[in-house]
């Protein structure tokens, strides 16, 4: 389509460069979660980083992320941002039952408050936690088996447990 005035004068062509010299320069990309999530080796912690520093006056709580443990949302964890302001590091508050290799953990982030010090948000997102440096062991509790015997004398009863009980844990 041709260009031209009022009157219908058009415009002969032309070649025109721009300098972008005095252009503003600045942050237009949002940061965004590597998908590097994993757990360490205590199975205690998740770490995930970003592709670039959050916002100095970035606050993280347990309302700035979803976590899924095997499916079932968790209700106790604690997300705290490293001081390079690219970890995030969420505690898992579970010392007694860790987290081991054939559980699946999934991070969400469906809010909008993360951003990086240029104001560019933080798009929501979705981690699957990689739990290969998780712990192996025995994560079930023992319990007692149905065998029940009072002894002769009357005073004692005994039973046996699934496995064996350390006896120095009282």
């Known amino acids: 389509q041709d260009l031209a005035d009022e009157a219908g004068n058009k415009v002969t062509r032309f070649a025109q460069s721009i300098s972008t010299e005095d252009a503003p ?17 205590e199975g205690q912690s998740i770490s ?5 520093e959050l916002a100095e006056t970035t606050i993280l709580n347990q309302q700035s992320f979803s976590l ?13 941002l490293e001081a390079d302001r690219k970890t995030v590091k969420i505690g898992l508050g579970n010392s007694n ?5 054939d559980q699946s953990i999934l991070v969400v982030y469906s809010g909008t408050h993360l951003s990086d010090n240029a104001g560019n948000k933080v798009d929501p997102f979705a981690l699957s936690v990689n739990t290969d440096s998780a712990p192996i062991g025995d994560y079930t509790a023992p319990t007692p088996n149905n065998d029940a015997i009072l002894l002769s004398d009357g005073r004692a009863v005994t039973f046996t447990f699934s496995e064996e009980i350390d006896q120095a844990a009282g």
């Open 25 to 41: 320069s600045g942050d237009y990309v949002s940061p965004s979660a590597n998908h590097d999530a994993a757990l360490d080796t």
């Open 48 to 52: 995930f980083t970003f592709s670039e």
């Open 68 to 80: 899924y443990i095997d499916g079932n949302l968790a209700t106790s964890f604690s997300p705290n």
């Open 97 to 101: 039952q860790p987290i081991h290799q």
